[in-house]
């Protein structure tokens, strides 16, 4: 059950990503990348942490409404959306590309075998995931967690001086 | 899982979703009937005795009635914005604790479709999503007043939805659980009454989450006629106007279980106090439909992000230092 689920998931997951660059409307595009997040969310679910999970629809969703928002306000979608297909250099390109992805899951198998294997022992440990995450935010990895946050803080003072400055 | 367990969640599911359509159905009867005594009406008579047959009757209009693609939609998420939508607001529910247990059978069945973790966070994702319906109905009918109606709501939603997560996180710091059956069990005194300020914000947040007045810009009629679902008939608008009372009667269910107690209250039992309290939420919402003006659109975005947006970052400020000295 939970194979054919992650297959499922890890598909829509993929196939959305490769519409999301293949669409030619912006605003497809973004809901494309919505389904993306909304995938790797269930997928988050599946591995038992459904605190990760939530974050990401909630963190990401409003994230991509705002790119929504803009694509509609600030493109002019007519000139945007183009009426030929893709052209022989891109597809060339496209299909080394995804040559290249296929071989690096093939190798990639193993190590997530690895993964697979150790991964519950870690999170069995405490009571609820959502405590797991903030023991572990607010203790091991306290400094990062602040740098980020610094880091946010700057990246919002300095949007707000560049949007300042136009009147 | 045994097949039983596969049926009780299943039939819960069912008996919820139902049970979450006959309030919808019965939230537009009062609505219409509460507005028209506080204006000095009757509100709807005919249909039945009081009119209690008028949310059947406007169902069955509803399906009757022509369902027009507008020329020039962009007509997949025409069709796919009202799902989003009353998919949202029905799959909230799931989450929400409507009782203790009953026995059946010797089974004991708790009453809720699911005990989730991360309940009160599943339903912000949720409603984060059902912007999403909001903005693709007013882009993709191709016509300028839906379009004006889906961004006003869009800027509107994202706005208050930030305020409405930090005015709860008070409750969950005394609770210290986001899981909804936790949070209930903490409240031998009621968290509106250690959270005051927290309850306030949450209800003038759920107002604008839910477009309801005076926050319904994104459909003022008068400027924009109805808004985002203006293009929309049939049982595509019904959707919308369903999804509007379901996202009330989900967000009253919210209040209900993180500020009112939840199910617990003397004497009878708790699904009963549980409906009680929810009610009393959607009384309220009419109440204040009947009462307030609209506001301004600039006013609306003033006071989401300088008023209620620092007033509830304070909040929780004072509610740490509060469980410092206090324990």
Redesign the interface.
């Known amino acids: 059950m939970e194979q054919q689920l992650f297959w499922l998931w890890g598909g829509i997951a993929v196939i959305s990503a490769v519409m999301m660059i293949l669409k030619r409307n912006p605003?497809h595009s973004a809901?494309c990348l919505?389904v993306v997040f909304?995938s790797l969310?269930l997928l988050y679910v599946l591995l038992g942490a459904?605190?990760l999970?939530?974050?990401q629809?909630?963190v990401y969703?409003?994230a991509i409404?705002?790119l929504?928002?803009f694509v509609?306000?600030l493109l002019n979608l007519e000139t945007e959306v183009r009426s030929q297909g893709l052209s022989r250099v891109a597809f060339k390109a496209c299909s080394l590309a995804g040559t290249g992805l296929l071989l690096l899951l093939l190798l990639g198998g193993g190590a997530v075998k690895a993964l697979r294997a150790m991964a519950p022992e870690q999170v069995s440990g405490v009571p609820?995931?959502?405590q797991a995450v903030a023991e572990l935010l607010f203790t091991k990895y306290l400094l990062p967690f602040e740098v980020t946050s610094i880091l946010l803080l700057a990246a919002i003072v300095g949007a707000l001086v560049l949007a300042g400055k136009r009147d | 899982m045994s097949l039983l367990a596969i049926g009780i969640a299943l039939a819960k599911a069912v008996i919820v979703f139902v049970c979450l359509l006959l309030c919808v159905a019965y939230s537009t009867w009062l609505e219409r009937k509460v507005l028209g005594h506080m204006q000095v009406r009757c509100g709807p008579l005919r249909v039945g005795w009081y009119g209690l047959l008028q949310p059947i009757a406007d169902g069955i209009k509803l399906f009757f009635k022509e369902d027009i693609v507008v020329s020039g939609a962009n007509k997949f998420?025409y069709i796919l914005s009202p799902m989003i939508v009353m998919i949202a607001a029905c799959a909230s529910i799931a989450v929400v604790p409507f009782g203790d247990y009953i026995d059946v059978f010797g089974q004991k069945i708790y009453l809720r479709v699911a005990d989730?973790?991360?309940g009160v966070?599943?339903i912000?994702?949720l409603s984060?999503?059902s912007?999403?319906g909001i903005?693709?109905a007013g882009?993709s009918s191709n016509s300028k007043y839906a379009?004006l109606g889906g961004?006003r709501a869009?800027?509107q939603m994202?706005s208050y939805?930030l305020a409405t997560g930090l005015s709860i996180i008070g409750v969950l710091m005394h609770a210290g659980?986001?899981?909804p059956t936790d949070i209930v069990a903490g409240q031998d005194i009621w968290y509106i009454v250690k959270q005051p300020i927290g309850f306030l914000i949450f209800v003038i947040c759920a107002f604008a989450e839910c477009n309801r007045s005076p926050f319904d810009l994104p459909e003022a009629e008068n400027e924009l006629v109805p808004g985002f679902h203006v293009e929309y008939s049939s049982m595509k608008f019904a959707l919308f106007f369903m999804a509007e009372y379901a996202h009330m009667i989900v967000v009253s269910a919210l209040a209900a279980t993180l500020f009112l107690g939840g199910w617990r209250g003397p004497v009878l039992p708790g699904i009963v106090w549980f409906m009680l309290k929810v009610f009393a939420m959607m009384f309220f919402f009419i109440w204040i439909r009947a009462t307030y003006p609209r506001f301004r659109y600039d006013q609306l975005m003033k006071f989401g992000w300088k008023v209620l947006f620092p007033v509830a970052l304070l909040n929780i400020v004072v509610t740490g230092i509060g469980m410092v000295i206090w324990g």
């Open positions: 605003v809901l919505v909304v969310a459904e605190f999970a939530a974050v629809v909630i969703a409003g409404m705002v929504f928002l509609i306000m609820g995931n959502t | 998420l989730v973790d991360i966070l599943y912000f994702a984060s999503l912007v999403y903005t693709l882009w379009l961004l869009s800027a994202i939805e659980s986001l899981r």
